[in-house]
């Protein structure tokens, strides 16, 4: 069966890990799929990895391409901007600091075909104490408010049909898109299928995860229930006005201006 897959990989101050990443991305998905595209949208980094993304531009287009923000946006904001730019049938995202192996696509791609959303969960976790008891406390809320029967539903390893991104209109900026990618899939019942993926201790840099964020992580959680269940007709505004905006924005870098401005 021909099928063609977007892969977008949010980077922030990845310089390190980014190069492997979109290495190991490409050799692992070359076989699996008969067209891809791996999107790296750098959300204004400051480390250098801005610098590394356009060299992987310029070395490695049309497979990957390059969005860039200005300034840090937020996790969500980068994967509504690598979304947006997606071409393919099959939308992937990970993270590029390589605690997923994306070969183990090789299993969820035949699945596919019977789901709209594959959701991965991590079968044995390489992460701090505070942060592991944080992530099971957080999925326990967000399964019963949202009704999602998802153990791990901030794991960043997920395949959608186009459609549903189509339909989803991603209003969070941070890392709680994860969360509600689910519930909006849940909520307009798409069909879901959660499995197992192995996790990796990261390979450099360190997680912007903090447990500063829990307050602030309630308030979204909230927020987002009252948005998706009660939605005010001010709310249903806002997300047209969004979504329009995000189908218009295009921060896509291209390989001519890299080879312009290096000459």
């Known amino acids: 069966m021909t099928r063609r897959i977007s892969i977008v990989l949010p980077a922030y ?3 390190e890990s980014l190069p492997v990443a979109v290495e190991r991305t490409i050799a692992a998905i070359t076989d699996l799929v008969s067209e891809f595209e791996v999107i790296v949208v750098d959300d204004g980094s400051t480390d250098g990895t801005h610098e590394v993304a356009l060299e992987l531009l310029r070395e490695l287009h049309p ?7 200005p300034a840090n946006r937020g996790y969500g904001a980068a994967l509504r901007t690598g979304f947006a730019l997606a071409r393919f049938d099959l939308v992937f995202y990970t993270d590029s600091d390589n605690q997923f192996d994306v070969g183990e696509l090789q299993h969820f791609l035949p699945l596919i075909d019977e789901y709209d959303v594959i959701v991965g969960f991590r079968v044995y976790r390489y992460d701090a104490v505070l942060r592991s008891i944080l992530s099971w406390v957080y999925n326990r809320i967000v399964s019963i408010l949202f009704r999602v029967r998802v153990r791990d539903v901030d794991c960043s390893f997920k395949l959608f049909h186009r459609e549903v991104l189509e339909k989803i209109v991603i ?20 069909r879901l299928l ?21 307050t602030e992580t309630l308030k979204q959680i909230a927020l987002m229930w009252r948005r998706i269940y009660f939605p005010s007709r001010r ?13 218009e924005a295009s921060l896509e870098v291209s390989p001519d201006s890299v080879e312009s401005a290096r000459a």
Not at 172 to 180: L, M, T
Not at 200 to 209: C, L
């Open 13 to 15: 101050n990845e310089r």
């Open 63 to 69: 497979k990957v391409r390059l969005a860039v923000h």
């Open 171 to 190: 209003e969070c900026d941070d890392f709680f898109v994860d969360a509600e990618l689910v519930a909006k899939a849940r909520r307009w019942n798409f």
């Open 194 to 214: 959660e499995k197992g993926v192995r996790h990796y201790p990261r390979m450099a840099g360190e997680t912007t995860v903090r447990a500063s964020h829990i």
């Open 235 to 247: 709310h249903l505004d806002s997300v047209d006005k969004l979504e329009v905006q995000q189908r």
